[in-house]
């Protein structure tokens, strides 16, 4: 490589690691070495990235703060509060996904957004990301708001802290996931996936996530975990017909609310999709972001 090219190469590395830790910084947390070197939108060695980490250190860009690095002029909450919390809530997720799981059409469960980066706070509930069989969404989502709103664990507009959220599936069938999952995909959408912890189904979470073109393009140093190839059969023709007309139920009741007409609402409803964002935070965060990085 010519002396040229080497100089293009570690600019966009340290362009790249700059925009990777402005993104955590809008989430208040600061990343280990192995989790910023696998969210890096470029291809790289790990002695490469080392090396611009050391040099944006020594330029006083970058902190190095208990094992993780964070933005030096950026200033962070405490960490070990919002993972103690963030521990407690992933422990009670855990234990009712056991019991999400012996419904037959759940394929997956995954922990999203906040309890799911770390950066939690008293109030935060339990944003769950499922995943179910073709032509079983709707009962399948019917089902788990009704266990959960009797077992009074479904957030509602007086009480979220430590609570369900059932905003987001979809079917093993998969979408794109640039299109159906928020109004401003950089440099949200990404982490927002890749970050997601799952409780159950690991194998059919991460396939979705690895088949998808926009995600793999963005992320060329994370190592996927190898994955079974499977396929899903719907069969009971009775619950498909059932399943529609619970479709059909939801996007009338859907399209009713008020809230679905908010101007910042990102909602997609369709037979392999429930996406439900009544106040789509994206745009707010790619400008906090835009804003931290030009700073940085």
Request: some cysteine; overall charge positive; aromatic content about 10%.
């Amino acid at each position: 490589m010519s002396l040229r090219k080497l100089q293009i190469k570690e600019n966009e590395i340290k362009e790249a690691v700059l925009d990777v830790l402005a993104y955590f910084a809008v989430m208040g947390l600061r990343l280990d070495f192995d989790t910023l070197y696998s969210y890096l939108p470029v291809k790289a060695s790990h002695l490469a990235v080392k090396k611009q980490l050391k040099n944006l250190i020594a330029r006083g860009r970058v902190k190095h703060v208990d094992g993780k690095y964070g933005l030096a002029k950026h200033k962070y909450p405490r960490q070990k509060p919002m993972r103690d919390h963030q521990q407690a809530l992933l422990k009670k997720a855990q234990r009712w996904s056991r019991l999400f799981k012996l419904i037959p059409s759940v394929k997956a469960i995954s922990v999203v957004n906040s309890t799911a980066y770390g950066n939690t706070h008293k109030d935060s509930d339990i944003d769950l990301f499922i995943i179910t069989s073709p032509n079983r969404i709707f009962i399948t989502k019917g089902f788990l708001m009704y266990l959960l709103r009797t077992l009074r664990q479904l957030e509602d507009a007086q009480t979220s802290a430590g609570r369900f959220s059932l905003g987001m599936f979809l079917t093993t069938k998969g979408v794109k996931l640039d299109k159906d999952i928020m109004r401003t995909n950089h440099p949200d959408l990404v982490y927002r996936m890749i970050t997601c912890i799952p409780m159950y189904g690991n194998a059919v979470w991460y396939s979705i996530l690895k088949n998808d073109t926009y995600l793999q393009a963005k992320l060329p140093n994370y190592v996927w975990p190898k994955m079974p190839v499977r396929i899903y059969g719907s069969g009971f023709k009775y619950l498909d017909r059932l399943d529609d007309i619970a479709y059909r139920k939801h996007l009338k009741h859907t399209a009713g609310q008020a809230k679905t007409h908010h101007p910042d609402a990102f909602i997609r409803v369709r037979p392999d999709i429930i996406n439900l964002h009544h106040k789509d935070a994206t745009t707010k965060i790619a400008e906090k972001w835009t804003k931290i990085r030009s700073e940085a």
